[in-house]
């Protein structure tokens, strides 16, 4: 069996476990190639009864037990104490051996990232992966990195991100050549601190196999100006805590609207359905990827729903049938190569 077609499953992370990973994987078989296989690590207690109710996925699946778990609020230094064994370890343990091409979890964010940097390692020389989020724009997705994990970033660190999100954003959302901004305080080229000046030097060299548009502002996150917007962590959870309050804001306001008088009550039954599909385009992606470990790493958010899940290990099958880490590791050793000028 191809290694590309195993998908490593933490069936045990998130608020509902095995109620929601079993069926949710039921429900992306629906749209997954037939050679898509699943080791689902955790209590084969729970998760025989849930497979029963799906025959086909029982036929593509393996159970690995264990009755360990890492619980949503365990501290992250705990987890790497005491996680050995655990669904969530075993999980990228299958990765790490060659056996599955990606892990799928929706365990603890800061858990998943701590045990997965000492299993897994980094490919890249970072402290921990960056954080990535789907922003929401007018015309789609803008994916937006760090969003919190790597608060000091010198040049190289911000080349990098750009690197990472590039290659992820073709596979996720099937564009071409995305477009990559650096987030700064204006568009013009002398505007920046040294090290956003130095990565858009390096960026706008060419050296690099990538489609870059220059500086954009925070206002452009929502218009699409481009595909992928890196950033520092400190600046991009600033950010993204800054754009989540105001849709909190935005979402409350129309909520006291819509219920403020009986009229206004028929109104936002009529208007139901557009309602719906507007809280579809704001409600985040399911799925965050690890980027710039040695392995495909697929977070899905604790609250998710089987749908959400679903979606998650979609795309871990997308990632690991793409050429995704070899575009990686192409612009990351031009990275490192010396500037022609440079060259003996």
Same mark, same amino acid.
């Given at each position: 069996m191809a290694v590309s077609s195993v998908i490593s499953i933490d069936a045990m992370g998130g608020d509902l476990g095995v109620s929601v990973t079993v069926p949710g994987?039921?429900?992306?078989?629906?749209?997954? !190639?037939?050679?898509?296989?699943?080791v689902l690590h955790g209590d084969e207690a729970q998760i025989g009864p849930e497979l029963v109710r799906f025959p086909g996925l029982a036929e593509r699946s393996e159970v690995?037990?264990?009755?360990?778990?890492?619980?949503?609020?365990?501290?992250?230094?705990?987890?790497?104490?005491?996680?050995?064994?655990?669904?969530?370890?075993?999980?990228? &343990?299958?990765?790490?051996?060659?056996? $599955?091409?990606? $892990?799928?979890?929706?365990?603890?964010?800061?858990?998943?990232m701590a045990i997965a940097r000492l299993v897994l390692r980094m490919s890249v020389p970072m *402290?921990? !992966?960056?954080?990535?989020?789907?922003?929401? #724009?007018?015309?789609?997705?803008?994916?937006?990195?760090?969003?919190?994990?790597n608060?000091?970033?010198?040049?190289?660190?911000?080349? &990098?991100?750009?690197?990472? #999100?590039?290659?992820?954003?073709?596979?996720?959302?099937?564009?071409e050549r995305p477009r990559v901004g650096i987030l700064n305080i204006g568009s013009e080229d002398m505007k920046g601190h040294d090290a956003v000046q130095q990565a858009h030097a390096l960026l706008r060299s060419g050296r690099l196999?990538?489609?870059?548009?220059?500086f954009v502002e925070g206002d452009d996150l929502s218009t699409n100006l481009v595909d992928v917007?890196?950033? *520092?962590?400190?600046?991009?959870n600033v950010a993204l805590k800054t754009g989540e309050? $105001?849709?909190?804001?935005?979402?409350? &306001?129309?909520?006291?609207?819509?219920?403020?008088?009986?009229? $206004?009550?028929?109104?936002?039954?009529?208007?139901? !359905?557009?309602?719906?599909r507007f809280k579809a385009r704001i409600t985040p992606t399911p799925a965050a990827p690890l980027l710039g470990?040695? #392995?495909?790493?697929?977070?899905?958010?604790?609250?998710?729903?089987?749908?959400?899940?679903?979606?998650?290990?979609?795309?871990?099958? *997308?990632?690991?049938?793409?050429?995704?880490?070899?575009?990686?590791q192409r612009n990351m050793s031009k990275l490192s190569e010396p500037p022609e000028g440079d060259r003996a």
């Open positions: 994987l039921a429900l992306a078989l629906k749209h997954l !190639p037939a050679g898509v296989r699943f690995r037990h264990t009755d360990l778990t890492i619980a949503s609020d365990e501290k992250p230094a705990v987890a790497v104490r005491r996680g050995r064994g655990s669904s969530m370890w075993n999980s990228l &343990e299958s990765v790490k051996s060659g056996e $599955a091409a990606a $892990a799928v979890s929706c365990g603890s964010t800061g858990s998943l *402290d921990r !992966p960056p954080l990535v989020v789907p922003w929401p #724009g007018l015309k789609g997705v803008t994916t937006f990195l760090d969003a919190g994990a608060v000091d970033c010198d040049a190289e660190r911000l080349v &990098e991100f750009a690197i990472l #999100g590039e290659a992820y954003h073709r596979v996720a959302y099937g564009v196999d990538i489609a870059y548009h220059g917007v890196v950033t *520092d962590g400190f600046t991009g309050g $105001a849709a909190r804001y935005i979402t409350e &306001e129309l909520r006291a609207a819509l219920t403020s008088s009986l009229p $206004a009550k028929i109104a936002a039954l009529l208007a139901r !359905p557009a309602l719906k470990l040695n #392995g495909l790493v697929i977070k899905c958010h604790g609250a998710a729903d089987a749908q959400d899940f679903g979606r998650s290990v979609g795309l871990a099958v *997308d990632l690991a049938a793409s050429d995704f880490t070899s575009q990686i």
